[in-house]
């Protein structure tokens, strides 16, 4: 459990040295979330569709409680896929504003831009020292998610492989990652050629 924050923490840590944009971290927290729910047995896969429990429990972390409570609990059940989007909108700016109410980061004096810039980086707590704590053991689902955000190369060779599940949320994440890329690069190039003409190139 947990591992969305730890993700957050870590990312946070070394954002001065490899920044990590919004979108990304944010489809990127969703599957972490989804992850940990999973776990818990709050929610099982059928196929891709996540199908939650009769009467999941509350996980104590009110970010994962807000997760828990955006499950789709009717059929049609949404796939993994969905949920990244869905839940990913905005995810990482939630995260930052929870964790700033909690006392967890600070912000540079002086400084008003989130997440660029003077980025607010955390404080000292036994939150990020659990958080280091498992970037340091190399823990295989977060060091997964790490290389999707390209804060490392690869997983280590020793890692056992993933489960059924897990191998799943991880093909949806690297997914909806190359789609979101995609996107971009189609608005850039539209940009790009409605400046063309706007200059009369």
Not at 129 to 137: D, E, N, P, Q, V
Not at 148 to 172: H, K, N, Q
């Amino acid at each position: 459990m947990g591992t969305a924050r730890d993700l957050m923490i870590g990312v946070m840590d070394r954002a001065l040295g490899r920044p990590v944009a919004q979108g990304e971290l944010s489809l990127v927290l969703a599957g972490a979330e989804l992850l940990d729910l999973l776990g818990a047995g709050a929610v099982t896969l059928d196929g891709e569709n996540l199908v939650p429990g009769d009467r999941p429990e509350p996980c104590g972390d009110p970010l994962l409680d807000g997760a828990l409570a955006a499950l789709v609990p009717d059929e049609p059940h949404e796939t993994v896929d969905d949920w990244l989007w869905r839940r990913g909108r905005g995810l990482a700016g939630e995260y930052l504003t929870a964790f700033e109410a909690e006392g967890l980061v600070a912000r540079p004096r002086g400084s008003w831009l989130r997440l660029r810039g003077d980025r607010p980086l955390p404080v000292d707590s036994p939150a990020r020292l659990r958080a280091a704590h498992r970037w340091a053991a190399d823990e295989p689902v977060l060091a997964t998610l790490a290389t999707f955000l390209r804060l490392r190369d690869d997983v280590p060779d020793d890692c056992p492989p993933p489960e059924e599940a897990a191998r799943t949320v991880f093909g949806a994440v690297v997914e909806a990652l190359t789609e979101l890329d995609a996107v971009r690069r189609r608005r850039a190039i539209e940009n790009a050629a409605f400046a063309n003409v706007w200059r009369g190139a």
